[in-house]
């Protein structure tokens, strides 16, 4: 099956621009997160969306960041204005189930990398 | 609230011997626990996965974890090393019970390097 699909591969930009990144789910998968990995760090969760809802955005820093997934299947995480602290590669996963269940099983799209300057 | 520790930030071993990547938890519930697998551009891989069956969890690729509840531990093995099971990998814990088990909390990440 198709795995998680994730663009673009790299992004750099320089600080205050704005930049957003895309992610398709596999298909049919109706709970998606978004992480950010920053160098040196394990993966944090940014936000999770149950079809085209949001479950949970206590991580996500709303001043600057903002995602939708409006028609429950692909979503966009963007940043405005982008500091240097963003850089960090953006991980996109999903899952099947509701996230209720502990036979969940997340699958991971390769990232995108951003490069704050 | 839910924390992992990984004590190693690299460990380095030759092909063919054991490999121990360990890991310590700390979680206010009945944890589900992880190991989770980064080969460099790629995305990441679960391992193997615990969530209050057989404390012994058999993984992919000969990897195995064992739940010590009394040590809080949930250490990573395998017998034998091979050249492409270098790569970085993760220790994780489910952050809420009963709701949403994807909501996870990484830790540091451990560097495996393999020598010939």
């Known amino acids: 099956e198709a795995g998680v699909a994730q663009s673009p591969r790299y992004k750099i930009i320089e600080k205050r621009q704005s930049v957003a990144f895309w992610c398709n789910p596999i298909?049919?998968?109706?709970?998606l997160y978004w992480y950010q990995q920053i160098l040196g760090q394990g993966p944090k969760l940014l936000i999770q969306f149950q079809n085209n809802g949001v479950v949970d955005d206590s991580q996500l820093p709303k001043d600057r960041f903002s995602a939708e997934r409006l028609k429950g299947v692909d979503s966009t995480l963007k940043i405005q204005p982008a500091k240097l602290e963003d850089s960090a590669v953006y991980l996109c996963?999903?899952?099947?189930?509701?996230?209720?269940?502990?036979?969940?099983?997340?699958?991971f799209g390769s990232g995108t990398q951003l490069s704050v300057l | 609230a839910q924390s992992v520790t990984q004590l190693d930030s690299h460990v380095s071993v030759s092909e063919g011997t054991p490999v121990l990547l360990r890991c310590n938890y700390s979680s206010s519930y009945s944890p589900s626990l992880f190991w989770y697998v980064q080969h460099p551009n790629k995305g990441l891989q679960l391992l193997l996965k615990?969530?209050?069956?057989?404390?012994l969890v058999k993984g992919i690729n000969g990897f195995e974890a064992e739940f010590k509840k009394s040590e809080t531990s949930f250490h990573l093995t395998k017998p034998s090393a091979h050249m492409s099971d270098a790569a970085e990998y993760f220790c994780?814990?489910?952050?809420?019970?009963?709701?949403?088990?994807?909501?996870?909390?990484f830790g540091q990440g451990t560097i495996l390097t393999v020598h010939p």
């Open positions: 994780v814990v489910s952050r809420i019970r009963g709701t949403s088990y994807g909501k996870l909390t």
């Open positions: 298909s049919g998968h109706a709970t």
């Open positions: 615990y969530t209050s069956a057989a404390t």
């Open positions: 996963a999903s899952s099947s189930q509701r996230g209720d269940r502990r036979d969940e099983k997340l699958f």
